[in-house]
């Protein structure tokens, strides 16, 4: 069956600890309030799900990008071990698939780290994204690495302040390989060219806490809605507020105006001093950040990039 969200409460109940006992817990990559409906104006979400007698056996949910039609991600694809091996997952999804389709979706992302699970999405057309836990399924045929680069086009960005809109679009972002080390300190985010993204629905989670921590977020849209850069300037327990951020290399320019912005939230709120913290090997990032006038002060917690330490130096303006 197929329930566009909003759906019911009662619905939810039912489905959390079932998703708890496939898991082992609830991930938060999808909040209550997102069942709810409270990001409708932004993404077009489907709960679908299979009962076997009045037994729930197997889900799928989708959220299809509103602002980037062509982008959608899938999740919570989850069934009781009861009913494995009869290929309802796989109905399900292909009937997630062909509706994605029919709303102009192009590619559909999706993180498993289930090797038993990649290999019944690959038969189903996605394939593993280089350096990540994540794959896509491009309805063109064209493999990830061709879609990202092809994908990265396009004019000038505008700085906006992030909102649920961002949630489906940065993922590309966030899955492409960056010359940078490290994307953004604030967020656990690492190039996947260094280091393996172990998210893909759930990044959207990594950032939405630090607006609510008193910080606040910016990405550079595209005029077609593609997120192309992100900066954060999150709030420590000292009440210093930590920046950082990135683009995409194609767009460049949008870096020093993304850290601006995020300069600027942290102005408003009279901070005792703003701060970053730069992997050492990420020189080009360190220049970057002297341009807005940041200074280094001395040696940072180090990054760890798929078990290898690298030190970081702290940057204050």
Not at 13 to 38: C, K, N, Q, T
Not at 115 to 141: F, Q, T
Not at 150 to 177: H, K, N, Q, W
Request: hydrophobic fraction near 40%; glycine fraction near 10%.
């Amino acid at each position: 069956m197929r329930y566009p969200v909003p759906i019911t409460e009662e619905l939810i109940d039912e489905l959390l600890p079932f998703w708890e006992s496939i898991y082992g817990m609830v991930f938060p990559d999808i909040g209550r309030e997102v069942f709810l409906g409270a990001e409708d104006a932004y993404n077009r979400s489907t709960l679908y799900m299979r009962r076997e007698g009045e037994r729930l056996a197997s889900t799928c949910f989708t959220m299809h990008s509103k602002s980037v039609p062509a982008l959608a991600g899938f999740s919570e694809v989850a069934t009781d071990p009861l009913f494995r091996g009869r290929g309802i997952a796989t109905e399900l999804c292909g009937q997630a698939v062909e509706d994605v389709r029919a709303g102009g979706g192009e590619a559909f992302f999706l993180g498993t780290n289930n090797p038993a699970a990649a290999r019944i999405y690959h038969r189903l057309g996605w394939r593993k994204i280089p350096g990540a836990e994540a794959m896509v399924n491009i309805l063109s045929g064209e493999s990830p690495e061709a879609f990202l680069v092809g994908y990265f086009s396009g004019g000038a960005a505008e700085i906006v302040e992030a909102t649920p809109a961002d949630r489906i679009p940065m993922i590309p972002l966030l899955l492409c390989p960056h010359d940078w080390q490290v994307l953004d300190a604030n967020t656990n985010c690492r190039s996947t060219r260094y280091a393996t993204q172990t998210s893909c629905m759930g990044l959207y989670v990594r950032y939405q806490p630090i607006q609510r921590d008193g910080g606040a977020w910016f990405a550079a849209r595209t005029a077609e809605g593609k997120v192309v850069g992100l900066a954060t300037a999150r709030r420590d327990d000292a009440g210093d507020f930590q920046v950082d951020g990135f683009a995409h290399a194609r767009f460049g320019a949008a870096w020093q105006p993304l850290l601006q912005a995020a300069l600027d939230a942290c102005a408003g709120q009279h901070p005792s001093r703003c701060y970053a913290v730069v992997s050492v090997e990420d020189e080009e990032k360190q220049a970057l950040f002297e341009t807005l006038g940041f200074r280094t002060t001395g040696a940072g917690e180090a990054f760890e990039l798929d078990g290898r330490q690298v030190a970081s130096i702290r940057m204050e303006r």
